[in-house]
């Protein structure tokens, strides 16, 4: 049961975010119970941290999944973020096991529930109880993502049949949501939603399997579920029979986006690891000063993308399908690159089994395990690809700039409403944003030698993003062949870059004029001109002092102990190696 300090909680999702990093203390301490020494023991041992768990209940951090209108903290998909970074920062399994699963099991109910199913999952989250989610299974996934679950209607209810062997929390959930095939033909009718209630089902109808273990999030609690003619009242259905297929591309929107913009924060303690180890071992020559630049650029426009389709769930529901989508395939990629790269530089320090090390080696094997592996990577980009045709001849150059609150984080957003989130249509307004700013800075001299720079680098993308739309402009909607095609999911990956592109020139047009680092253009020619590489784009090389900037500011954060994201947070770490 959550303690007194989640009665007593700060409306603020800031300031609740900076309690919980000061509690969670320095994770770099060995005697902390709470550290990576800690984390990695546990990993080990396959068991959740206790002590993290029971930090959590008494913060009553499942209030912060419930929608403010049921009774729980959840205003906006972005300050959700800003509260699960701490818990990222330090254990991507802590972050699942304990708290972030339910919610993606929760939205379905939040999204289309009736109201006495939305309240009694809002109680049990507030209440510090789980919830369980079973997937409809997937043609092409990991083994994570197989089996399936059946039912047929049946004297006013269901008879639910078949089993998922790896669910988490199964053996603790207090509820079940289950996205079942209720009808065997194939389509978007095929699946529905059930709400289920563990201790009210039949014992001779429903099993709870065995603990699985996982390579990955080895310190989240896997096991299963079997069916077998279980009976479930007609009340567990949510919303409408054959809904379930839409219900689940609503919410993974949501799930996507959360996931993604959090994880940003486990990367930023690896770069946090790197930093150490170079500064401790006198190796910060110029080689490692470019990798740790470029993986700090690399955060900077990952959060900047990630922050914007946060704000665009809000702004924007009816929109962000296309972005979440995007957002979920490039950024753990990036991500990916950005960690092996900077296992080049914890190895420049000597390798061991410690905890800079061994916190890099757990999130290589957990980052697959959270879906931001090929898996996630296939169903995005079956969001993205047939809506590329569409965007081509109705929305690119001609859609309006989106509003600027998608880039001011200190401008309040409407209340999150998961039901309102659209699954089609929309527009794109992350390509509308480049062309905007690649529009304005045309208009612009240059006022020194980045302003030409960037304005050459914004004019390139954009040129790209035409000859995208010309490619596009050659596919019919309804050519099945044709989007199926390599050359199709080449386009949707350059489609993709263009977007993460468009987001880092939004972010630092609006802290342009300001006073601090984001409004210094080096972390943003930094960030282009590595998103450029991958899309083979011929680019002015940034200026000469380019990479001491951003290093400056990278090792100014480090020692003053502040986040290498957009919000430049305090932490609880300790700077100095």
């Known amino acids: 049961m959550p303690g007194t300090a989640a009665r007593a909680a700060n409306p603020d999702a800031r300031r609740r975010a900076a309690r919980l990093e000061l509690r969670f203390d320095d994770p770099c301490d060995a ?56 818990v990222f920062r330090r254990d991507v399994a802590l972050a699942f096991g304990y708290g972030i699963t339910s919610l993606f099991a929760a939205a379905p109910v939040f999204a289309a529930g ?34 399936e679950l059946t039912a047929v209607q049946h004297s006013g209810g269901f008879l639910l049949d078949g089993r998922k062997d790896v669910v988490v929390n199964a053996e603790r959930a207090g509820a079940v949501v289950a996205h079942v095939r209720t009808d065997p033909a ?35 609690r896997f096991a299963g579920y079997a069916f077998d003619a279980c009976e479930v009242p007609g009340e567990a259905l949510v919303g409408e029979v054959g809904e379930g297929v839409r219900l689940a591309l609503r919410t993974f929107q949501l799930n996507r986006t959360l996931i993604t913009g ?9 770069l946090r690891a790197a930093v150490r180890t170079a500064l401790a071992g006198r190796t910060l020559g110029r080689r490692q000063r470019g990798v740790l630049a470029g993986v700090f650029a690399d955060l900077l426009a990952c959060d900047a993308m990630a922050t914007a389709v946060l704000r665009a769930l809000s702004l924007l529901p009816g929109a962000a399908h296309l972005a979440a989508a995007e957002l979920k395939y490039l950024v753990p990629d990036l991500l990916r690159d950005d960690l092996e790269e900077l296992a080049t530089v914890l190895g420049a320090g000597g390798y061991s089994h410690d905890t800079d090390q061994g916190m890099l080696g757990k999130l290589l ?29 109705h929305a690119w150059g001609r859609e309006a700039e989106p509003p600027a609150a998608l880039f001011d984080t200190a401008r309040p957003l409407p209340h999150l409403d998961i039901g309102a989130l659209a699954v089609a249509g929309g527009g794109d307004f992350l390509t ?46 309804g050519d099945r062949a044709a989007l199926a095609s ?16 468009g ?11 300001g006073a601090g680092f984001l409004a210094d253009p080096a972390w943003l020619v930094l960030a282009l001109h590595r998103h450029g590489r991958r899309l083979g784009l011929t680019l002015p090389p940034p200026p000469p002092d380019c990479v001491d900037r951003v290093t400056e500011e990278l090792l100014a954060r480090f020692r003053a102990g502040r986040s290498f994201d957009l919000h430049h947070s305090p932490l609880a770490e300790a700077g100095t190696p």
């Open 262 to 270: 959090a994880v940003v924060a486990s990367v930023d303690t690896v």
């Open 503 to 513: 987001a880092a020139l939004a972010a630092w047009e609006h802290h342009r004029g």
């Open 114 to 147: 009736s109201p006495h199913q939305r309240e009694r999952m809002a109680r049990l989250l507030v209440s510090g109880g789980r919830a369980a989610i079973v997937h409809r299974s997937l043609a092409h996934g990991t083994a994570m993502l197989r089996g």
């Open 186 to 220: 194939p389509g978007a009718a095929s699946h529905s939603v059930l709400l289920l209630d563990p201790g009210r089902l039949p014992a001779d109808g429903m099993r709870v399997l065995g603990r699985r273990p996982t390579v990955g999030l080895r310190g989240c």
């Open 486 to 501: 390599p050359a199709t999911a080449a386009l949707a990956d350059r489609h993709s870059v263009l977007a993460a592109a």
């Open 31 to 86: 005697a902390n119970p709470l550290g990576f020494r800690a984390v990695l023991a546990a990993d080990a041992g396959s068991e959740p941290l206790a002590a993290a768990e029971e930090l959590l209940d008494d913060e009553g951090f499942g209030a912060e999944l419930v929608p403010l209108a049921l009774g729980g903290r959840l205003r906006d998909a972005d300050q959700l973020t800003r509260v699960l970074r701490p």
């Open 365 to 393: 094997r957990d980052l697959p395990a959270a879906g931001l592996g090929h898996a996630g990577t296939a169903s995005c980009q079956a969001v993205v690809i047939p809506q590329l045709p569409v965007l081509a001849r």
């Open 432 to 477: 509308a944003s480049l062309t905007a700013s690649a529009a304005r800075l045309a208009d612009r001299a240059p006022e020194d030698p980045y302003g030409g720079v960037v304005r050459a680098m914004a004019a390139a993308f954009h040129a790209d993003l035409l000859a995208v739309r010309a490619a596009c402009r050659r596919i019919e909607p």
